[in-house]
């Protein structure tokens, strides 16, 4: 599975974006998707996730009613649309994939930038 991630860009605090993950691979469907994010000088965070059929979700506390992941697997896509955005949210975020029966995401996009201005 190959992971292509964008929509990142520079917006003012409170603003919107919506980040796109867009898969290779027959099996997208069956896999769970999930989006992190790294801001400088820390770890990797997890942001959200969602089960491949998309009736089930979990978000970090952090991002909770201002974030919400969907996918399309018809188009083999999974999406972030992040409102209400904070200077906080600024980071590379990336897309990543987990397959079946497997508790690791093994699969990564290349990360797309978005920064939020105060």
């Known amino acids: 599975v190959q992971l292509q991630a964008s929509g990142g860009g520079l917006v003012q605090a409170g603003g919107s974006l919506r980040l796109s993950c867009a898969a290779s691979?027959?099996?997208?469907?069956?896999?769970?998707m999930g989006w992190f994010r790294q801001a400088p000088g820390k770890e990797r965070d997890f942001v959200a996730k969602i089960n491949w059929s998309g009736g089930n979700t979990d978000y970090a506390d952090s991002v909770k009613g201002r974030f919400t992941i969907s996918r399309d697997n018809a188009k083999n896509t999974v999406y972030l649309q992040m409102n209400s955005l904070k200077s906080e949210d600024t980071a590379v975020y990336y897309c990543a994939a987990r397959p079946p029966f497997s508790s690791a995401y093994l699969y990564w996009g290349q990360g797309t930038q978005v920064t939020v201005s105060s």
């Open positions: 691979g027959r099996t997208f469907s069956s896999y769970v």
